[in-house]
């Protein structure tokens, strides 16, 4: 016995004729004979070279487009940019406001006016709920916000503007709920402002769903066009009449809206505020389900991609 333990194989091929619009047309199976397998010494690979042979070209003939197939892997390769990239440099993305923003074109109308290099990202706000106790947990409201800050500072993100929104449940009125603190240009002060909240011990005597769509309106008043507001809460919310108005204000701002639940959501399973988070917000993160990481990279990969 020839010590090649390849002797003798047999696999399968599995015969994918398709049509030009990439339709699986038919699955046919055929053996390959590894009986006189070689090594490729560039590769290593086990090879075999096999004639396949048509029996009935005029059916194959039939089944295949006339015009030649179009090949689309083309533009990638004739790309001289990485995959899901449209541009090395400005000059790739045809001019005007457009700019190649983390090797994407976007119209970048303001960063076009202001700075020559580089490009201004998007103005975030985030808006907290600050009706619970601090729990010392990594996946605690006030644990995320910061770390959120953190890895705005690594990416060194061209942030021009930060603010912070912070709601409670005092009653129906959102004078009593909702704070905007001043907005800033300066990540190291609002850092500063979200180490310094505040947050209310629960108090098993109140009605504890929270007042989100308040403090999400406000924060989508308060905001530039095109911000990313980032909203932190852990339960349902009340007032969810005023989702319309929610939908109807970010669309016309071009505002990007991402609420997180964390440390998990309080709120019951089939509660009517998750179906409305899904429709005011762009994205819903489960935190614990999907993990503190994938929400950071959301955020930072939002705001490295995007341009005023
Ligand atoms: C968040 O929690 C993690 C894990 O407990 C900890 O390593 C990290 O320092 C905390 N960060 C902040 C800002 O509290
Ligand atoms: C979430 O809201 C519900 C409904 O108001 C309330 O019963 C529950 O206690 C809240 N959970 C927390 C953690 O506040």
């Known amino acids: 016995m020839r010590s090649s333990s390849h002797l003798g194989l047999a696999l399968s ?35 075999i070279f096999q004639r ?15 015009e030649p197939c179009p090949d689309p892997f083309a533009d990638d390769r004739n790309s001289q940019f990485p995959e899901g990239c449209t541009c090395n440099t400005d000059e790739d993305c045809g001019g005007g406001t457009n700019k190649c923003v983390n ?6 109308p303001v960063s076009t006016q202001v700075t020559n290099r580089g490009v201004i990202n998007p103005p975030l706000t985030f808006v907290v709920d600050t009706t619970k106790s601090v729990k010392p947990d990594k996946f605690s409201i ?14 060194d993100a061209n942030i021009p503007r930060y603010q912070l929104v912070t709601f409670n449940d005092f009653g129906p009125d959102p004078r009593l709920n909702v704070e905007a603190k001043p907005e800033t240009q300066d990540v190291i002060q609002f ?9 209310e011990s629960y108090d098993g005597g109140r009605d504890s ?8 309106l ?11 507001i980032v909203v932190f809460t852990d339960n349902g919310s009340k007032d969810l009449n005023l989702k319309n108005k929610i939908v109807e204000l970010k669309n016309l701002k071009e505002q990007q809206v991402y609420i997180v ?43 490295e991609s995007n341009c005023l």
């Open 142 to 155: 006030f644990n995320l916000t910061q770390r959120v800050v953190e890895r705005i500072q690594e990416i």
């Open 218 to 228: 406000e924060a989508l008043i308060q905001s530039p066009e095109r911000s990313l």
């Open 13 to 47: 091929l599995y015969l994918v004729v398709l049509h030009a619009q990439g339709i699986l047309a038919q699955i046919q199976q055929y053996d390959l004979d590894f009986t006189n397998a070689e090594e490729d010494q560039l590769t290593g690979n086990l090879c």
């Open 261 to 303: 639940l964390t440390p998990i959501y309080e709120g019951r399973a089939r509660d009517p505020s998750l179906p409305v988070y899904d429709q005011v917000a762009d994205e819903v993160f489960f935190i614990s389900e999907v993990g503190a990481d994938f929400f950071l990279s959301s955020v930072e990969s939002f705001e």
């Open 103 to 108: 090797c994407n074109c976007r119209d970048c």
């Open 209 to 216: 769903k929270e007042r989100l769509m308040q403090g999400l």
């Open 191 to 199: 850092k500063q402002e979200i180490i310094s909240l505040e947050f």
């Open 52 to 66: 396949v042979c048509l029996a009935n070209p005029e059916a194959l003939a039939k089944r295949l487009p006339q």
